[in-house]
């Protein structure tokens, strides 16, 4: 796609500047005459039968305006699948109780203290395995295992391909549930005009986030409105909770708007976390090197509530699925509750925790065979023409991003390149630099992955040119931190043929935005994508058959680039796109595009390579990642200065899951004991690498401008890379991560032991 | 948080009054850590006595033999003064371990030496532990990784400055005023392990203030080192600390401090093994001995048995960095 | 009302961005606090309240500080600058206009306390190695970790400050 003017630049992120100058409104900036303010009743038991409440004192306090508890009418409303308003059940240490508004932060938390309640306590579960013991207390009605079955998939053999391998290598592998811990706490204002309901929250999604409201409040969505000002992140991690449902209750019964913000705490405990787990995996394989069989068994703990735990089981099987060329997989993926914070979507969704189990099991295939991991892993990795296997779904219905059966191509697959060009940027196998004192150690591992490449659900999309000659992009897409308006309105600019600092985009308000999914599942780009490419190159057509008439000239012959009508023929501009819509009958002129995305023919995925070097100081065993090499096929590259960030950001965020950070239930009281900045240790700038990315770019055929997703893939393969790098700089295979210091001191301290016994 | 009255006054005498004239009164200096304690309800003054007027808690004065730290005197100058670095190199090694810029521009020399502990029951409003004035140590049985693994007592707490550990290696002695008038301690003598304290962590009476920490002039040929172990580069406490402070005479070492922090209640003084190197020839001191010794007489917890290899690491390897010094 | 419960309240004065102001605080009330309620500068975040992430970072004095662990009585007679005083008129300050050509950012949450630890590093120091850089940022955390972005943001200001200053 040659001469892209505008697509393919590292132009200045959308709304950047005023982030920088302090002007940039967040939810819990915003103020509204005569606001309330709320705050939350946490339950102190981990699992208790709500008696009572008597909220008599509370209700008498001057300055209180509303109290809400599970007894009241409107709690009982279920939304996002079992979760209620307020339950008259609670189920993990943090889960709310009740809730009150007043007029100062102060009276709200007096008031707050001061309920009296009386629960019955319950027995609980804080381990996911123990969750699952036939005597466990059950959570849910339907018992602690979501489902009441395994989610079992598989694609030809596994016993046979067991059978025909010459060695099976397995190991059983941890992963610690941890937050995500966006530093913008939830928070939502609501406020009622009669029986109009207006929300301020922290969304990444107003629509759906307008269907959630209704359905709690039983209330239909037209007579909702969901604003998302600024946005400060979520990773996935913030939907489904009750922070703007509380609000809006509150703010009908105090009659007056009402600001509900979690403390930090709070965003830690009645937040979402990245589910646990434990993955039991075997890879079997001929001494050729040839993989005849891999088998996945995974347990993962969804908290006290299911959340997006369905689509975390699932996705945590794809890696051992679809990664390398094998006829035989099977993957048994168990979801559990527990009496633990809710583990909800958090960026990959599932992918780290399976690829991390994946890649370091191939590590020690490739060893066992005695064969480098880079070769093993070009032998085997999944090529463009995707699995052995015949295509067994009907061949006009779009193919799944994730799928099992095998017989179906991908649109694009760069896989090969991106292990090529990354061990050529790490310099695998070259000696690496000595760390210059005999107790740090330093090795290379990598890691590779494939993730769902973009295709979501439906998006649409509005562009419209004004007769003042601005041209806006609505779009419900929010723009979550990652830069997606940035891309958005680089694609539409590019459609339409204006430049980028004309096309303005105007989001966040479910009453002006034409319908679209939240931004999730690395989505934005692709599926939306679709959508604003398409919508905006129906404008250029309109504004065409404008500049046809106005212009005294055939449309055929007249295009629209850099915010000009030019001519074909002459190449010459003709008139500027201002000339030309101020001659327009009507005010503006728009055009909305609807478009499902995905392909009856291929499978849409991305890829990702990445190379750790890591340094192990063995006095004190900690572990610090000194050089990256993070090497993406994400089809074509919209933005190459806010991609890089994006990998950069993606790659440091996810250390934090290999390295350091664990969300610690105590298991004697159910109460989560680190809730907070110091204790779960997410990276901060000391810990972060020199990253080098590479981009294998690529021009999708069915993505827009041939992009793919960005957003997950860079968390995907990173735990892999490290913990393999571990084992290169000390001999030492961790299983379990975050690898902290005293996993890596009590590591080598056994490994020391046993080097003497054998001795 | 629960609101309270805050009261500066401009002289020690005055507020040593104001702390001791009415109950539910508590002294604040920079507050860094106070206030995360009254957000979280662990404490519920109703007065704060602010020490940020009071000119003679601050500055640094030098004498002919030592120099006086004054308690005021924030984390971050004790960093950046290029005097105090050039004669104690081991006390900016320990200020700049702590916390981050932004928490070292307003903390205190006498908040860092007085802060309460880290422990993650003691810090979380749901537990009323030992140290709280409850009667459980929940730690003890619950989850301990970044606990004691030395001086078990009533609580499992570890003393979680980083200031002490290299203030005590350089034979600090600290000053205080209080209600009796002023006195001088060691710094050693400062802290108080659970069983001798349970609502604080060191031998201050009511209405008493730390006021000076003086340190004398090293001996000539000493060697010193801080060594700090953590989760993560800044923003971190000590999962294990060692400050060790060697002098040398004629080939001998006749001086010989060796702390430990955040392995037990209060700083650590590893009397073996300063007794094994004080009176032997610098060049016969085999550091995994001292190691060894430092250790003694660790007793683990179920989580942190990790944090003795780490000790044993870390002194092993400040005795060799001194050695190295030495030679 | 009780003892207990009694909101003490002053009058302070502050110089915030270049201006004195009289602001009337709670005696509980933190710094972080006056400038967002009682000021409505709400550049400064709340994103702990416990000193621990840096998002409420402003410079009181020239010294960074975490808004949100000082009280709003410490700040008493002191000069403070937020992230809405460094840009004048017709230009961004040079650690703003860095930050925005290097996308040293992302959500934009944690920015202005980055943008301010920057700006107090600076005036300390004017040509920080990437040691320094990473030391004098050490108390912010971003939860996007653009930090890659942010160290290229850093040294390119530095480089831009030197520039103007000759």
Known sequence: MAGLKVVGRSLIRRGLEEKLTGEARYTADLKLPGMLHARVLPSPHPHADVVSIDASVAEAMPGVHAVFTPFDEEASGLFAGDMRVLDTRVRFVGDEVAAVAAETEEEAERAIESLRVEYRVLPFETDAERALRPEATAIHPGGNLWGGEPLLLKRGDVASGLREADIVVEGSYVVASHSAAPLEPRAAIAQWDDDQLTVWKTSRGVHTDRAHLSTALGMSEEKIRVLGPHFGAGYGAKDESRCAILAAILARKAGRPVRLEYSRYQEFVAGRVRHGAVIEMKVALKRSGEITAIENKTLMNTGAYLASGAGELRRAAQGGLYLYRCPNVRYEGRLAYTNTPVAGSYRGLGAPQGHFALEALIDQAAETIGIDPLEFRLKNHVGLEGQPGRRTSPIDQVVDTQPVEGGIPFSSNELRECIVRGAEAIRWGKPVEDAGEPHMKRGVGMATCIYRGGPGWESTARVILNRDGRVELHTGIVDVGQGAHTVLAQMASEAFGCGYEDMRVVSGDSDVAPHSPITAGSTATFSAGLAVKKASENLRDGLLELASTYLERPKEGLDVRGGFVVSNLEGKRLASVSEVAGGMPGAFIESEASVVPGSADYIVNSFAAHFAQVEVDTLTGSVSVVRYVAAHDSGRIINPKAAVNQVEGGVSQTLGLTLSEELVTDAASGVTLNGSFLEHKCPTIGQYPEIQTIFVETEDPIAPFGAKALGEPPSVPVAAAVINAVYDAVGVRFMEIPLTPDKVLEGLALALRQAQDER | ?327 | MSEATRIHVSQISLKVNGRVRKVDVAHHWTLLRALRDALDLTGAKVGCDRGECGACTVAVDGHPVYACQMLALQARDKEVVTVEGLADEDALHPVQQAFLEEDSGQCGYCTPGFVMSAYALLRQNPSPTEGEIRDALAGNLCRCNAYGRIIEGVKAAADAMREQAG
């Open chain 2, 1 to 327: 948080m629960n609101p309270f009255e805050f009261v500066g006054p401009e002289s020690l005498k005055e507020a040593v009054s104001l702390l001791t004239e009415a109950p539910g009164t508590e002294v604040v200096a920079g507050g860094t850590d106070l206030l995360s304690e009254l957000k979280d309800g662990l404490r519920k003054p109703r007065r704060l006595v602010s020490l940020a007027g009071i000119e003679e808690l601050g500055g640094v004065r030098w004498g002919n033999e030592k120099v006086r730290l004054g308690a005021s005197v924030t984390l971050a100058s004790l960093v950046d003064d290029e005097r105090l670095a050039g004669e104690f190199p081991i006390l900016r090694q320990a200020a700049r371990s702590i916390a981050t810029p932004q928490i070292r521009s307003v903390a205190t020399l006498g908040g860092n030496l007085c802060q309460r502990p880290r422990c993650w029951y003691y810090r979380h409003p749901a537990f009323p532990c030992y140290k709280k004035g409850g009667v459980h140590c929940y730690a003890v049985n619950g989850y301990n990784r970044n606990l004691a693994i030395l001086g078990l007592g009533a609580s499992v707490m570890v003393h979680p400055s980083d200031m002490a550990p290299a203030l005590i290696a350089m034979d600090a002695r600290l000053e205080s005023f209080g209600p009796g008038g002023r006195r001088t301690m060691a710094l050693d003598d400062f802290f108080a392990g659970p069983n001798e304290q349970q609502l604080q962590e060191h031998v201050l009476e009511r209405g008493e203030i730390v006021t000076t920490v003086s340190l004398p002039k090293p001996l000539p040929d000493t060697s010193s080192v801080f060594l700090k172990a953590q989760d993560r580069t800044g923003e971190d406490f000590a999962l294990a600390s060692v400050a060790a402070s060697v002098s040398v005479s004629e080939g001998l070492v006749t001086r010989a401090n060796l702390i430990l922090g955040g392995v037990a209640p209060t700083p650590y003084r590893a009397h073996e093994a300063e007794e094994y190197l004080v009176g032997r020839p610098i060049d016969d001191v085999q550091p995994s001995k001292v190691a060894e010794l430092a250790l003694c007489h660790a007793r683990p917890l179920r989580h942190n048995g990790f944090k003795v290899i780490l000790a044993r690491n870390l002194v092993r390897h400040a005795v060799e960095t001194i050695l190295n010094q030495q030679s």
